[in-house]
């Protein structure tokens, strides 16, 4: 299933520098999107989301940009602190195809002191 | 702040039985799901229940899979002949009602099952 795709397994910043992390998508059904984290031994934690009707959304440190055209979205985390260090996934979902969620392969963000 | 829990946080099961694993939702949630995801790869979906009613399963989700929400409280993933490939972190989920249709899954921190 390719219809979610993170690029980059890995992705290493300073901190206080800005993180962005992408995802492709295929399926132009697709309508919500959301960002998830993940710390290890635990399950995914909701970060932020954006509707299809938007193209920006923040909130905090974190702002998520949809390019609809291009089938691109990314997360922005800025400034990146230690505790950002986590697995990033980016899900998206089409509700004329129901609820679930379809998951990208996640980033792992590591955050230099 | 509500969370789903799982149970229990690591299951180890002989080939060929049946293993149950439990969630608890956020009470208030109407939608609930079960996910997985195989070590090194995706979470995949598994299955949608909504209404005392399946409303949406995946390929993945064969008859060796059931899912039911036998009290108030508990929603249940069944497998009934465990296979070497069931191995997986296994992630329940659940949805609030809303006016708003875009709420995001809140997720527990999973159940690993290892098939020896």
């Known amino acids: 299933d390719q219809q979610v795709k993170q690029n980059s397994p890995s992705l290493s910043v300073q901190e206080g520098r800005i993180s962005i992390l992408n995802c492709d998508y295929t399926?132009?059904?697709?309508?919500?999107f959301l960002w998830y984290k993940k710390y290890p031994a635990e399950g995914p934690t909701f970060l932020i989301s954006?509707?299809?009707?938007?193209d920006k959304n923040e909130d905090g440190r974190f702002t998520v940009f949809l390019n609809k055209s291009a089938k691109h979205l990314s997360l922005h985390i800025v400034p990146s602190q230690p505790g950002d260090s986590a697995v990033y996934f980016c899900?998206?979902?089409?509700?004329?195809?129901?609820?679930?969620?379809?998951f990208g392969e996640g980033t792992q963000l590591t955050v230099n002191p | 702040e509500p969370e789903v829990t799982q149970t229990p946080s690591h299951q180890v099961t002989q080939m060929g039985q049946e293993v149950i694993l439990r969630c608890v939702p956020i009470?208030?949630?109407?939608?609930f799901y079960w996910y997985r995801q195989i070590l090194g790869q995706k979470v995949e979906f598994l299955v949608s229940?909504?209404?005392?009613?399946?409303?949406?399963k995946s390929e993945i989700f064969d008859d060796q899979f059931s899912v039911e929400r036998p009290d108030g409280s508990n929603f249940t993933l069944k497998i009934r002949s465990t296979k070497l490939e069931d191995s997986a972190m296994y992630f329940c989920?659940?949805?609030?009602?809303?006016?708003?249709?875009?709420?995001?899954?809140?997720f527990g921190d999973g159940t690993r099952l290892s098939i020896l």
């Open positions: 899900a998206a979902r089409a509700q004329t195809s129901g609820s679930r969620l379809t």
């Open positions: 399926n132009s059904m697709f309508d919500y």
């Open positions: 954006i509707s299809s009707i938007k």
């Open positions: 009470s208030n949630h109407l939608y």
């Open positions: 229940f909504y209404n005392n009613e399946i409303s949406e």
């Open positions: 989920a659940s949805y609030p009602p809303g006016s708003s249709v875009n709420q995001p899954q809140h």
